[in-house]
């Protein structure tokens, strides 16, 4: 047996390991590679000390002989070299035989040098070799940090190759679909999900990307999932599951459903249930609603409260901010142009009372129309007809129509800036929203129910507002009152690093506000909401976020005088 280790190493040139038994053969080959600039760090004849010196001296690839000295021939090492280090292995055979061959190709080899050999075979053969394995490597460390990227999120992940077998599952993964880490198999049979959720999860498999909605389900244990299907960046026909944790998000909805939701809105303050009763008694009654209040409070929500419990329900709900039309264009966007009426009208256009035809329409800021499109609103609500830009054919329409505005009317009606004809057609009947610095017990639900919802969509860790934090949102004035505060609460989780977020995670114009308007202790912070809501006690606990029990305490601890 001879066995030659190389003294030195190159960092430049690759290093390779010889595993020939015949020593002649052995020094021409280690003189070809050396005179190809490769550096040859050992020679052996064995099998066996083919896999020790591997394991010892990490060459970055073995030229190995097929028949060998020893119990182990040279398919035998080199399977072994394969499984435990993932080197590159070429194989050297004066054999060809179908058998030699097959035995040798189910290692996985990188190559094959027939004896004898050409130098410039053998160059080319270890190049590619080399450069194949390069990439392997690469491809791995890329696989091995999707992996880790994967597993360190907090939305579950689920691995499917083409076969549909399950290859991978990150951490939360596991704890959504309380599995092992070493499941595997079928993702079908693996996964504890209901058939008629396989069934559509199939469904959607072959659909293209854009076209795959997420699903809703729960688990075998009553878990409450929403499940996301990709397509997996590495194979074309692999699928990655994305998983998100949706149980908080159903509890709350079933609570806000019995007690403080109505349609897409979140109250329980008086003022919101008056709200809620005006929709209702209305919705059915076909006439004209005026929705006044500031920006953010929910004049949208409200007309489509009204649309979705009348009668009009499964026709179109057409949504338009008439703050947002140029006066020039104003006319064909509501009434719809004809074909060359104007420049740039290529085609005729059915405008927003068109499409909204025996459905609602809902004119948001309907304060900003001119005086002359003022004009041909009343006279459209007036005979329930429109003409289209460029026409003279009347058109007959069935819509009803809900108004909002921000603006006192009333004052622009005194100065000459909105027709009073208009005012009274708009508004046969009207509902006034509070700001939200009016009912500021509804402050800690719509945090709740936005906090849910944005941990549900980004299944992020935090679970709620600190204590200082919190009484910094019930405190502010919030001038843009509901759209605010959602705003808020997703800046705050976003800025978030821990698991409470605390004052410093606040919009800036929350955090900083107005000192003397602001309670900086716990005694201020009740007295501030005892007087807020008027000595009651159950409406200041709900402004503070807490029980009515702990208030009682707390007034008693304090030595707080109601």
Request: with cysteine; hydrophobic share 45%.
């Given at each position: 047996m001879h066995s030659v280790v190389a003294k030195r190493a190159s960092a430049n040139k690759p290093r390779l390991l010889v595993v020939e038994d015949?020593?002649?053969?052995?020094?021409?080959?280690?003189?070809?590679?050396?005179?190809?600039?490769?550096?040859?760090?050992?020679?052996?004849?064995?099998?066996?000390?083919?896999?020790?010196?591997?394991?010892?001296?990490?060459?970055?690839?073995?030229?190995m002989d097929i028949q060998l000295r020893g119990a182990m021939d040279g398919v035998e090492a080199g399977l072994q070299i394969r499984r435990q280090l993932s080197l590159p292995v070429i194989y050297l055979t004066a054999y060809a035989d179908e058998e030699t061959l097959g035995r040798a190709k189910a290692t996985g080899p990188h190559g094959y040098v027939l004896k004898p050999f050409d130098e410039r075979d053998l160059h080319v053969t270890l190049e590619v070799a080399l450069h194949k394995h390069q990439l392997e490597r690469r491809l791995e460390e890329s696989h091995q940090q999707l992996l880790a990227?994967?597993?360190?999120?907090?939305?579950?992940?689920?691995?499917?190759?083409?076969?549909?077998?399950?290859?991978?599952?990150?951490?939360?993964?596991?704890?959504?679909?309380?599995?092992?880490?070493?499941?595997?198999?079928?993702?079908?049979?693996a996964l504890p999900l209901p058939e008629t959720t396989q069934?559509?999860?199939?469904?959607?498999?072959?659909?293209?990307?854009?076209?795959?909605?997420?699903?809703?389900?729960?688990?075998?244990?009553?878990?409450?999932?929403?499940?996301?299907?990709?397509?997996?960046?590495?194979?074309?026909?692999?699928?990655?599951?994305?998983?998100?944790?949706?149980?908080?998000?159903?509890?709350?909805?079933?609570?806000?459903?019995?007690?403080?939701?109505?349609?897409?809105?979140?109250?329980?303050?008086?003022a919101m249930q008056r709200v809620f009763q005006l929709v209702r008694d209305l919705a059915p009654v076909d006439v004209a609603v005026l929705v006044r209040g500031e920006t953010g409070t929910g004049k949208e929500l409200v007309a489509n409260a009204i649309h979705n419990r009348s009668e009009r329900r499964d026709g179109p709900f057409v949504a338009v901010n008439c703050g947002g039309l140029s006066d020039d264009l104003a006319a064909s966007h509501l009434f719809g142009h004809k074909r060359g009426s104007f420049t740039g009208a290529i085609a005729d256009h059915a405008g927003y009372f068109e499409t909204a035809d025996r459905g609602t329409l809902f004119l948001d800021e309907i304060g900003e129309l001119s005086p002359k499109l003022q004009s041909s609103l009343l006279r459209v609500l007036e005979e329930?007809?429109?003409?289209?830009?460029?026409?003279?054919?009347?058109?007959?329409?069935?819509?009803?129509?809900?108004?909002?505005?921000?603006?006192?009317?009333?004052?622009?009606?005194?100065?000459g800036v909105f027709r009073r004809d208009l005012f009274y057609r708009i508004r046969?009947?009207?509902?006034?929203?509070?700001?939200?610095?009016?009912?500021?017990?509804?402050?800690?639900?719509?945090?709740?129910?936005?906090?849910?919802?944005?941990?549900?969509?980004?299944?992020?860790?935090?679970e709620g507002f600190g204590a200082a934090a919190a009484g910094h949102l019930l405190t502010h004035d919030w001038p843009g009152n509901v759209r605010e505060l959602k705003h808020a609460v997703e800046f705050s989780v976003i800025r978030c690093r821990g698991r409470q977020i605390d004052v410093a995670d606040l919009p800036p114009e929350v955090a900083e506000g107005p000192a003397e308007?602001?309670?900086?202790?716990?005694?201020?912070?009740?007295?501030?909401?005892?007087?807020?809501?008027g000595g009651n006690r159950k409406k200041a606990a709900a402004i503070l976020g807490l029980s009515r029990t702990t208030l009682y305490r707390r007034l008693k601890q304090l030595g707080i005088d109601e």
């Open positions: 015949e020593a002649v053969v052995a020094i021409d080959i280690r003189g070809h590679l050396e005179r190809l600039g490769y550096e040859v760090v050992a020679v052996t004849d064995t099998g066996e000390e083919a896999c020790r010196l591997a394991a010892e001296l990490t060459p970055d690839l073995v030229l990227v994967l597993d360190a999120l907090s939305v579950g992940a689920v691995l499917v190759d083409d076969g549909g077998d399950i290859g991978f599952l990150n951490g939360a993964a596991r704890q959504m679909l309380d599995l092992p880490a070493s499941a595997a198999g079928s993702w079908q049979r069934e559509e999860l199939e469904a959607l498999w072959l659909r293209p990307a854009g076209q795959r909605q997420a699903l809703r389900t729960e688990t075998v244990g009553g878990r409450a999932l929403e499940i996301e299907l990709a397509d997996d960046p590495r194979a074309p026909d692999g699928r990655i599951l994305f998983v998100r944790d949706v149980s908080e998000l159903r509890d709350l909805r079933l609570l806000l459903d019995k007690r403080f939701a109505f349609e897409n809105m979140v109250g329980e303050s008086e329930r007809v429109i003409v289209r830009v460029g026409e003279s054919r009347p058109r007959r329409i069935d819509v009803r129509l809900i108004a909002a505005t921000h603006r006192d009317l009333e004052a622009d009606i005194e100065s046969a009947a009207q509902i006034d929203l509070p700001a939200l610095r009016e009912r500021r017990e509804d402050i800690p639900l719509l945090v709740r129910s936005f906090l849910t919802a944005y941990r549900a969509r980004q299944a992020t860790a935090v308007s602001r309670p900086t202790s716990e005694p201020d912070q009740i007295r501030a909401a005892l007087r807020e809501s």
